[in-house]
């Protein structure tokens, strides 16, 4: 039995059996951690111990800033009311809500130092996937943003196990704000075991039931200690900004814990979209930006006259980047981005490059403390050059909340991230597609986002998206969804140029044989593109 400080066993008793457990690798010296730590103590408490104390930890657009001891002493408060007025046990899961600011921060340090599991759901999310999230994970409280009450409050009576909620960013008499400042400035945070879980994150999963993966105190240090101490490489002097939600654990790493443990800053932003996180960048003139590539493409289209003088170091994760978009931001700011794949199920980013040390095209290679494969249908590796599944091992791994798709993510102590990748004979990682969006025409293999990354070098294109749709003489034929930059017309002398571009661009056979012209495209919270939306359009003939 893995001991647990948890007197609420419920995450314990429902990890995956130790069996279907990724192989874990803990032997950087880094990562021989203790075998009791609480994540939280180990972020603030480390920075004040190193003298960090007096510097600004978090702060927001107008003007809030807390030091590492502001923050550490709200977060005690909070855990105070956690405790003391909602009665919040070791163990207990707390539904956490809110866009990105500083108070959300304050809220999940509190929720991880009194020793509860952090649940944290996109601001956008409806009560129907608040009610699913918050019934799997058996959420015994919430803290809630004031403003997004609603949905949560609509879910509420479908959510037995929930027994309370408290607002936050309010000056109610029973809000979080009012209830911790009655409170004394010390918590003695439960002293965890590494192995106990300190958050449980929900996949934006497409279909089905959302996955909850659990991670332990461990691997949200072990996240920290890997990619940004060998890739990242920012300095305490830094600024971070981005647009992931803190519910998504690209948005929580890079935007809260990365800078945390390094005694930089996290300048949190509550209305990311491309316009504002240039306006802020402009204003507030942070260093490092975490966004997806779709922003990157988005801010680099409208560059003229806006001021990206600050940024030092920007990191693209979330979908493939595509070396137009690499290059353009290069054009636009001088910057080489770092590009990464990470997911839900790893924590953070596990294959990766630094910013001197770049390939075009490439996402990178295994961060150190990782190792990766590219393994074939039945689990052999593949030499370089072929395109297989990716697999990853390191110290941060697959950890299903009482899910049968466990044996899905982890096959032979590798995790199995969906994805088809190829090595080169350099060891760089270059992405494909995800296994499940190959589109298989006329007997040919072909990955959407390199069509995808083809059409973006046509100066007509501001996005696009690419899948298979049903064609009688061929089974499947490319089809390619653009939206067109303003001043160009979506007929068929553009599409005969796209698709002269694209045959002379890569191999003429991937070039699509239809081209539809939206608006849009359809995009999850975290900037993905939503391939099966598309593939249904496709499958409608729209
Ligand atoms: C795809 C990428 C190519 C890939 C994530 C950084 O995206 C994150 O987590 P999710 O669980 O999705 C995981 C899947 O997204 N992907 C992510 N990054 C890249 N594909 N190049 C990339 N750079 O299919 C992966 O399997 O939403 C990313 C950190 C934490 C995260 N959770």
């Known amino acids: 039995m893995i001991p647990t400080a948890h007197t609420d066993t419920f995450a314990r008793d429902r990890l995956p059996p130790r069996g279907d457990w990724p192989e874990l690798i803990l032997d950087l010296p880094e990562l021989r951690y203790p075998e009791r730590m609480n994540c939280a103590t180990e972020i603030l408490a480390g920075a004040i111990a190193r ?27 909070i855990a105070r009311v956690l405790v003391e007025n909602l009665g919040v046990a070791p163990g207990n899961r707390v539904l956490l809500r809110g866009p990105n600011s500083p108070m959300m921060a304050a809220c999940w340090f509190a929720i991880v130092k009194a020793g509860a599991i952090v649940v944290a759901t996109m601001p956008l999310l409806r009560a129907k996937e608040l009610t699913d999230i918050a019934n799997k994970a ?15 409050d609509l879910a509420r009576p ?117 316009e504002s996180l240039i306006d802020v960048i402009g204003r507030l003139r942070p ?45 636009t700011t001088g910057i080489d981005i770092i590009d990464g794949i990470g997911s839900t199920e790893m924590l953070h980013i596990f294959i990766s490059h630094p910013d001197d040390d770049v390939k075009p095209g490439a996402t990178g290679k295994p961060v150190p403390g990782y190792r990766a494969a590219i ?25 299903y909340l009482d899910d049968p798709r ?3 993510y982890v096959q032979d102590g590798w995790n199995m991230t969906g994805d088809a990748y190829l090595c080169d004979e350099e060891g760089w990682y270059v992405y494909q597609a995800r296994t499940d969006d190959m589109i298989v025409s006329a007997g040919y293999n072909i990955a959407g986002p390199e069509v995808e990354s083809a059409l973006l070098l046509h100066p007509a294109v501001a996005e696009c998206g690419v899948v298979a ?26 599409t005969r140029a796209l698709q002269d571009h694209v045959k002379a661009t890569i191999a003429p056979y991937k070039y699509p044989r239809a081209i539809e012209y939206v608006g849009s495209l359809p995009r999850t919270e975290t900037g993905k593109l939503q391939r099966f939306r598309l593939r249904q359009m496709a499958q409608e003939g729209r």
Not at 176 to 201: N, Q, R
Request: aromatic share 6%.
């Open 51 to 77: 003298g960090q104390g007096d510097r600004v930890a978090v702060r927001s657009t107008d003007g809030l800033s807390w030091t590492y001891r502001d923050l550490d002493v709200l977060s005690n408060r």
């Open 406 to 408: 466990q044996s899905n």
């Open 469 to 494: 749709a049903p064609d009688e003489e061929r089974g499947m034929i490319v089809k390619a969804y653009v939206v067109l930059k303003p001043g160009h017309e979506g007929d068929a002398a553009t």
């Open 158 to 274: 479908a959510c037995p196990t929930l027994r309370s909620v408290l607002h936050f960013q309010t000056d109610a008499a029973g809000g979080v704000e009012a209830l911790a400042a009655g409170k004394p400035a010390s918590f003695d945070a439960v002293h965890t075991y590494a192995e106990d879980t300190a958050l449980i994150a929900f996949t934006s999963g497409t279909t089905g039931q959302p996955k909850g993966t659990m991670h332990f105190h461990r691997d949200v240090i072990a996240a920290c200690d890997c990619w940004p101490k060998y890739h990242l490489r920012a300095v305490p002097d830094d600024v971070f900004v981005g647009s992931p939600p803190l519910a998504f654990t690209f948005g929580l790493g890079g935007l809260l814990l990365f800078p945390l443990r390094i005694g930089a800053s996290a300048l949190l932003v509550e209305r990311p979209a491309p």
């Open 375 to 399: 393994l074939d249908e039945v689990g052999r590796p593949l030499p370089p050059g072929k395109v297989g599944r990716l697999a990853v091992q390191g110290p941060t791994g697959c950890k």
């Open 287 to 331: 260093t490092v930006l975490f966004t997806a590539p779709t922003s990157y493409r988005a801010m680099a289209l409208q560059a003229a006259g806006r001021d990206f003088s600050s940024l030092r170091k920007c990191v693209s994760a979330g979908e493939a980047l595509p070396a137009a978009t690499r290059k353009l931001w290069k054009d």
């Open 138 to 152: 058996q959420a015994s409280h919430a803290l809630c943003d004031a403003r997004l009450a609603v949905e949560l």
